[in-house]
C-alpha cells in the first residue's frame, strides 16, 4: 500500500516537534514543528522586516499562507490546554495562566490519546505546560523525550507517526539580559507605534529579532532531517507560532500582535486532493483559531472525534465551513489578575475589558525582565509618552473596538465611532452567545470560582454547568451593567449588595467602583460591604470608598486583610497596587514589618511598590 506523510510545523510555546511517519493512505504521518512567542509580524512572508526567515519563507513559496490565523489565548498554558483538549479553556475552567485547575478526564480526551487509539505513534519529547491537574503532561505520549529529538525516527517501522518538535530559540526569554551581543542594527528595527523611539527599545527588538533567525535555521534542520529520512516528499508541513510576542504589550493580550500568528501548510502535489487553495504559493483568508488545529489532526488521520471537541476540521476531505468569528480570552498572567474577551472577524475586534480598572501595563515581574519594558514605563513615568504610547499604563476603557486592517497596533479605539456601530453590535451579540455556547466559566473571579467548585466537590468544568451553582446568563447581565459606568444603574447596584450570592454582589461592586465619585450615594452600602463574606467584595468596596473620599475605614478594612490574612491575597495585593497612592503607607507598613519580598513568579507586587517609591 502507498503511504504518504503529513508534517505539521507549528510555533507552539513548549510543544515539541511531531516526527514525519510514512502516510498510509488513510492515515497519514503529521509532523507538527512549533516555534514560540513569534506573531505574524517577526515572519518575513508575512511582511516582516526585522528579521530573515529564509526557512519559513521558502515553506510558504512551497505550501499555502494563512492570513487569518489566532491564538485564543496570547499566551503558553492557557494555549496549550486548547490544544491538548480541543476545547476552549474558559470552556474547562483552564484560562488562568498555570492554575491547573483538573478537568473530567473520563469524558475530555486528549487528542494524542485518540491519535493512538487509530494506531499512531505519538511523540513529544519538549516542554508540554498543558495547564491541566490531575494527570501528567508526558503522559499521552509515546515518545515523551530523550536523545532523538526528531519523534519519529522511534515508531515502529510502517507504523503512521503524529510528532511535536519545539522550537524556544523565539521565546520571551531570548530578549531577556544583555544587549553586548545583538547583532541585527537597531536602527532598521521597524517599532510597533505604541512603543517609543528609544535606543534601548531598539536594541531589545535587534536581540529578539536575532533570537527568531536562530529559530528559523531550527525549522531548517528539522526539513532537512526529513529530507535525510526520505520523506520530505511524502509529508504535509504545517507550520504556526504558539502566540504572539515577545514586546511588551502582545504576548498575553489579545491585541493582534499577541494573537495573530503565522500558519502555513504544504502538501505535496501526490496529495494535492488536500490543497487548501487552487496551487501552492498562493494565500488562504478562512479564520482559523488555535482550537481548530487538534480536531484538523484528528480528522486527517480518521481517528475518532469526540463531540466535546469545539473547534472546525479547516484541511482536508472533511473540512467544515469556515467559523464567522474569532474567539478569545484573557484572564490571570501570573501574578497580575485581568478579564478580557475578543470576538473578531479577520478584519475587525471588539474587546470587553471586565476589569478595566485594571491598566493592561501593570508590573508583572517576568515581563518586566526584557530591558525594553521598563524604560518604557520609566518614560512613562516621566512624563514623556503620548496618547498612543503611553496608554499601556492607564486605565483602560470598558469596550474597545479595531479595524485591523487600517491599525494592525490597535492604538485607535473605534469604540464610538458611528459608522461601526453595526459591526460592533453584531461582535458583541457573537460574544454574548458565544460565552452561553461554552460556558464561560469566567464570570466569577478566580478564587470565588474556585471555592463554589471546591465546596460543591465539582470540577469548575462541572460546576459552570449546574445553572443553579452558576447562572450565566445573570452573570453576564450584571457585568453589562456594570460596564456602563452609568450611574442611572446606582440603585440597582445597591440592591444587588445584599444579594445571596456573592457573584452578584462582586459584579455590584465593579459597577460601584467604575462609577468612581457617582457611587459617594452608594457609602452606607459600601461601608456595609467591608464585613462581607466574599473577601474579594470587601477589596473592591474599600477601593471605592477612597475613591469617593472615604478612606479610614476602608484603610482598615485592607490593613486587616493584609495583616491576618485573606483567601484571596493576589487580588489585594493587585487592588493595593492599582489603588496607588492612598495604598502606599499601607504597603510600607507591610514592608517594614517583613512582608514578603518574593512573590511566586519574582519580586512581589507589594516589594514592587516599595522599589519604585525607593523605601
Not at 536602527?187 to 523611539?197: E, N, R, T, W
Not at 451579540?429 to 470560582?449: F, I, N, S, V
Request: with cysteine.
Amino acid at each position: 500500500m502507498r503511504r504518504f506523510t503529513l508534517v505539521v510545523f507549528t510555533c507552539l510555546h513548549g510543544v515539541l516537534a511531531m516526527p514525519e511517519q510514512a502516510f498510509g493512505q488513510d492515515q497519514p504521518n503529521i509532523l507538527w514543528i512549533t516555534s514560540e512567542d513569534n506573531g505574524v509580524k517577526w515572519v518575513g512572508c508575512y511582511g516582516g522586516t526585522n528579521a530573515n526567515t529564509p526557512a519559513i519563507d521558502q515553506l510558504a513559496k512551497e505550501g499555502f499562507r494563512y492570513t487569518n490565523c489566532f491564538d485564543n489565548a496570547a499566551v503558553c498554558a492557557p494555549t496549550r490546554s486548547v490544544w491538548i483538549t480541543g476545547m476552549y479553556g474558559i470552556s474547562n475552567g483552564t484560562q488562568p495562566m498555570r492554575s491547573r485547575n483538573e478537568i473530567p478526564h473520563d469524558t475530555i480526551k486528549y487528542y494524542p490519546d485518540l491519535l493512538k487509539q487509530a494506531g499512531y505513534h505519538t511523540s513529544n519529547p519538549g516542554k508540554t505546560d498543558y495547564n491541566i491537574g490531575g494527570r501528567e503532561d508526558k503522559d499521552p505520549w509515546d515518545y515523551k523525550g530523550g536523545k532523538e529529538q526528531y519523534g519519529w525516527r522511534m515508531r515502529k517501522p510502517g507504523q503512521p507517526f503524529f510528532a511535536i518538535v519545539n522550537i524556544t530559540d523565539s521565546h520571551e526569554s531570548r530578549a531577556h539580559g544583555s544587549h553586548d551581543e545583538v547583532k541585527k542594527d537597531p536602527a532598521k528595527m521597524k517599532l510597533f507605534s505604541y512603543h517609543p523611539d528609544l535606543p534601548v527599545i531598539r536594541k531589545t527588538y535587534a536581540k529578539y529579532a536575532d533570537a527568531v533567525e536562530n529559530m528559523d535555521r531550527k525549522v531548517q534542520d528539522a526539513i532537512d532531517a526529513l529530507k535525510a529520512d526520505g520523506l520530505y516528499d511524502n509529508t504535509i508541513i504545517i507550520y504556526n507560532s504558539d502566540h504572539g510576542g515577545v514586546m511588551a504589550r502582545s504576548k498575553r493580550f489579545l491585541y493582534s500582535s499577541g494573537v495573530h500568528c503565522p500558519l502555513i501548510i504544504r502538501v505535496p502535489e501526490k496529495m494535492k486532493h488536500l490543497y487548501p487553495g487552487n496551487k501552492p504559493g498562493t494565500t488562504v483568508d478562512r479564520i482559523v483559531s488555535f482550537v481548530d488545529m487538534p480536531k484538523t489532526w484528528l480528522s486527517l488521520a480518521g481517528a475518532n472525534i469526540p463531540n466535546t471537541y469545539q473547534g472546525t476540521v479547516f484541511l482536508g476531505a472533511d473540512a467544515e465551513p469556515a467559523p464567522k468569528y474569532h474567539l478569545g480570552f484573557r484572564e490571570r498572567a501570573d501574578e497580575r489578575l485581568d478579564h478580557v474577551r475578543l470576538m473578531r472577524t479577520g478584519r475587525y475586534s471588539y474587546h470587553k475589558n471586565y476589569m478595566p480598572f485594571a491598566p493592561a501595563g501593570h508590573h508583572l515581574a517576568y515581563l518586566w525582565k526584557a530591558q525594553l519594558t521598563p524604560a518604557w514605563e520609566q518614560h512613562h513615568r516621566e512624563g514623556k509618552t503620548n496618547e498612543i504610547t503611553g496608554r499601556f499604563f492607564e486605565p483602560r476603557a470598558s469596550e474597545e473596538f479595531y479595524d485591523n486592517k487600517s491599525d494592525f497596533d490597535n492604538v485607535h479605539n473605534l469604540i464610538d465611532a458611528p459608522k461601526h456601530q453595526k459591526m460592533i453590535a453584531e461582535l458583541k451579540t457573537a460574544l454574548r452567545k458565544k460565552q452561553l455556547e461554552l460556558y464561560d466559566t469566567g464570570l466569577l473571579p478566580e478564587k470565588m470560582r474556585e471555592r463554589r467548585a471546591a465546596e460543591n466537590n465539582l470540577t469548575i468544568y462541572a460546576m459552570a454547568r449546574n445553572e443553579k451553582l452558576y447562572p450565566l446568563e445573570k452573570y453576564l447581565d450584571a457585568a453589562d451593567l456594570a460596564l456602563e459606568r452609568d450611574k442611572a444603574n446606582l440603585k440597582t447596584f445597591k440592591k444587588w449588595m445584599s444579594d445571596d450570592d456573592e457573584g452578584m454582589r462582586w459584579w455590584a461592586s465593579v459597577g460601584l467602583n467604575l462609577l468612581e465619585k457617582d457611587a459617594r450615594s452608594a457609602s452606607a452600602t459600601l461601608k456595609q460591604a467591608l464585613t462581607d463574606e466574599s473577601h474579594e467584595v470587601r477589596i473592591l468596596s474599600a477601593w471605592t470608598l477612597i475613591k469617593t473620599g472615604q478612606s479610614k475605614q476602608a484603610l482598615a478594612v485592607l490593613d486587616e486583610l493584609l495583616f491576618e490574612g485573606t483567601e484571596n491575597e493576589p487580588m489585594l495585593h493587585n487592588t493595593l497596587d492599582w489603588i496607588g497612592e492612598p495604598a502606599f503607607p499601607l504597603v510600607k507598613k507591610y514592608i517594614d514589618n517583613g512582608g514578603s519580598q518574593k512573590g511566586k513568579y519574582g519580586i512581589s507586587i507589594l516589594a514592587r511598590i516599595a522599589q519604585v517609591q525607593g523605601w
